[in-house]
């Protein structure tokens, strides 16, 4: 990244390259998070947990509800209708094409059970970079990551905390509809788990060490 300022304890980027660069290197984890078999991501639970539980819709169609429903929410909740928000379904439109990129070359890569455990380590952190860059990079960002990045706005609580609260909540749903309808927990598995109790947390310590060094200003932030 091109820094636009130096100051004496931070540096100034641009918004929309740490966009950029969360959205290929998130979307790259949670592909590498996908191969490894251990789960799907927590905020993939619910739809996917929905999109067996009521097949008339495909996976794809009951996330952009989702999404939608995410969006909605957050307008309703800032009792005003966020232009920019829109925006995000082109992010999260982006970010699918991407998964669909990485996701056909990992097949080559070894998959035996150590792999597939190192992938999911390795996984993670990036996540919580990944996520730490797009709550900072002030542009609307994924649908599931701008809910829960803006949420902890407005009900003024700590980003980790409303994180992992949303994950595990999406979990919690998906296990209730998943085992109580099909009778199997399918889609959630360790990584699941795992993924909802930690990626908030990478995230809040990714974005401390990130603070300390750099700000960042986009295209919808007021510069002086």
């Given amino acids: 990244m091109q820094a636009q300022q130096t100051t004496a304890r931070r540096i100034t980027l641009r918004g929309e390259l ?5 959205v290929i290197i998130n979307s790259f984890a949670v592909s590498l998070t996908v191969y490894a ?3 799907i991501s927590p905020v993939s639970s619910f739809p996917y947990a929905v999109s067996l539980v009521f097949p008339f819709l495909t996976l794809g169609t009951w996330t952009y509800l989702f999404q939608g429903v995410l969006v909605v929410t957050l307008m309703i909740l800032r009792r005003k ?8 379904f082109v992010v999260g439109f982006v970010f699918g094409n991407l998964l669909d990129i990485f996701g056909a070359w990992l097949p080559h890569l070894p998959y035996t059970m150590p792999w597939r455990v190192f992938y999911f380590v390795v996984s993670c952190p ?8 797009s ?3 002030k542009l609307p960002i994924i649908p599931t990551d701008l809910f829960a990045r803006d949420l902890s706005q407005v ?4 980003y980790a905390n409303v994180k992992t609260t949303f994950d595990l909540s999406c979990v919690a749903v998906s296990v209730l509809l998943t085992a109580g309808v099909l009778h199997d927990l399918q889609g959630i598995g360790v990584g699941t788990v795992v993924g909802a ?8 310590l990714f974005g401390r060490l990130i603070d300390q060094k750099f700000d960042f200003v986009s ?6």
């Avoid at 209708?81 to 995000?88: D, E, G, H, T």
């Avoid at 990036?126 to 860059?133: D, S, T, Y």
């Fill in 18 to 22: 740490a966009l950029a660069v969360a």
């Fill in 37 to 39: 078999g251990l789960g």
């Fill in 81 to 88: 209708f966020v232009p920019s928000y829109l925006f995000s």
């Fill in 126 to 133: 990036i996540v919580g970079v990944g996520i730490a860059l």
């Fill in 135 to 137: 709550n900072r990079c």
């Fill in 155 to 158: 009900i003024r609580k700590p």
């Fill in 197 to 204: 109790l930690t990626y908030g947390r990478l995230a809040g």
């Fill in 219 to 224: 295209v919808l932030s007021h510069e002086k």
